[in-house]
């Protein structure tokens, strides 16, 4: 917009939390929950603060608005993308179409944000903000370069830089613009208990190398489970590759600052192959590690350590979170092409992972 100026406030993991703009004196302030979600937003002018709006979150995905007029119901497309918007009572008050990259078809006055594929979008700009990057609908591309350098040979997209979902916006989405995710589950027989895992959203020389064992080709699970293992006495925390992505409730993006994307990838999955099940803890202890602190450990592993959430961040009771199974440090070491052939063999060791 001509004459439009704004300026933007981000917290120390780069999540933007605040803008000043020339629309209107003040500051808006965002409220975030743990997978960087808003779900409120506050307005401040001379130490007054006034209440705007709330979002609603089934899991992970935004379902209703609150604001000032009343409560309003999101309905999303297979993208997340917001289409339609109810009343309270259930009667249409805006239809929201996109062209394939995002743009919409026909201009509407509706005041909410959440847009394309879920994300942010900055009426003013036209904007998307997604998190690492700003993306520009109306052309397609970020407006910066990928901060994860996904450079994948034998798909050419991916060297360009700026360019969304390698070009195919009809299927895919990028929910963060980063590739290691923190999932967490109610426990089957202790629902008061979470139970966490990792998902690694593969890529580049990782994709060829463990792409069979992933979900959809594209997603590896990184899981541990009490069960059976060879040399040990009843049962033992063993590594598992079958928690399901429909189970989980709540997600975290976790990526260090001194990483790329496909070295934390590799790094993680080579803490993961570095546990050996029949080696360390029996699960039947008393006090003894479980499926969470083999995660906690494989992240502290694999350079993690400053970047993972603590156990109050995560949702509800995490168990054995802050009593991380100990593995040695994996990110001095670039792995060895026997090393790289172990960890292939690591995950050839179960079944493949449940579809989704």
């Known amino acids: 917009m001509s004459g439009y100026s704004a300026t933007y406030g981000y917290d ?43 979002y609603i979150f089934a899991g992970t995905t935004h379902i209703a608005t609150v604001d000032s007029s009343g409560l309003t119901h999101v309905h999303k497309d297979h993208l997340g ?17 996109y062209w394939p ?30 998190h690492a990057r700003y993306y ?13 350098r996904d450079f994948d040979p034998s798909h050419p997209q991916t060297w360009n830089l700026y360019a969304y979902v390698r070009n195919n916006p009809v299927t895919m989405t990028d929910p963060a613009g980063r590739e290691v995710y923190l999932y967490n589950r109610p426990v089957q027989d202790f629902p008061l208990a979470r139970h966490v895992f990792l998902v690694v959203r593969l890529t580049g020389e990782n994709k060829k190398l463990f792409g069979n064992r992933a979900v959809k080709g594209e997603f590896l699970i990184v899981s541990g489970m009490p069960g059976v293992s060879p040399g040990v006495k009843g049962q033992a925390l063993v590594r598992w590759y079958t928690d399901s992505l429909e189970s989980a409730t709540h997600r975290i993006v976790i990526q260090p600052r001194s990483q790329s994307r496909q070295q934390f990838e590799k790094n993680v999955l080579e803490a993961f192959g ?33 970047a993972k959430p603590s156990s109050s961040e995560l949702e509800g009771w995490v168990p054995g979170w802050n009593d991380p199974v100990k593995l040695p440090d994996v990110t001095k070491n670039d792995g060895t092409e026997e090393e790289m052939k172990e960890l292939v063999k690591i995950t050839s060791e179960y079944p493949p992972n449940q579809p989704e």
């Open 12 to 54: 120390a993991k780069d999540e933007r939390v605040a803008w000043v703009d020339s629309t209107e004196p003040g500051i808006h302030y965002t409220l975030r929950g743990l997978s960087n979600e808003i779900l409120r937003e506050v307005h401040e002018l001379s130490g007054v603060w006034t209440w705007r709006k709330d």
């Open 136 to 148: 520009a609908p109306f052309g397609g591309r970020f407006l910066s370069v990928d901060p994860g």
């Open 81 to 97: 993308s917001t289409r339609v918007i109810t009343n309270a009572s259930g009667a249409k008050l805006s239809e929201h179409r």
């Open 101 to 130: 990259f995002g743009e919409e078809m026909t201009v509407t006055s509706s005041s909410e944000r959440m847009r394309f594929a879920g994300h942010e979008r900055d009426s003013q700009t036209s904007l998307d903000y997604m």
């Open 274 to 306: 570095k546990y050996q099940n029949d080696q360390h803890y029996n699960a039947q202890d008393v006090g003894g590690k479980n499926s969470n602190s083999l995660i906690s450990g494989i992240l502290d592993a694999a350079g993690a350590k400053e």
